[in-house]
């Protein structure tokens, strides 16, 4: 079985697939400090089969990315 973090960003990625085939795009990706390491690994993997695609990521405090994203300090579309 895949460990819980792999199955949610497995299905973010999975999300995102039909988009980035229709158009080049950059997609902002937030997340929590304790998972770089993973999300290093799924950028690679997911831009490796999304030709035109960039994933930029953002780690930082969970709460904090939060805050900044809800107060508009980042800019964000949340879905």
């Known amino acids: ?29 937030f997340h929590a400090d304790s998972l770089a390491g993973p999300m290093r690994e799924l950028k690679k993997a997911f ?14 405090v969970s709460r904090r990315l939060a805050e900044r994203i809800l107060k508009g300090n980042i800019p964000a579309e949340l879905n």
């Open 1 to 29: 079985m895949k460990p819980r973090w792999l199955r949610l960003m497995g299905g973010l990625a999975l999300g995102v697939v039909s988009f980035a085939h229709a158009t080049a795009a950059s997609i902002e990706v």
């Open 47 to 60: 831009e490796g089969k999304n030709q035109g695609v960039t994933i930029n990521l953002t780690s930082g």
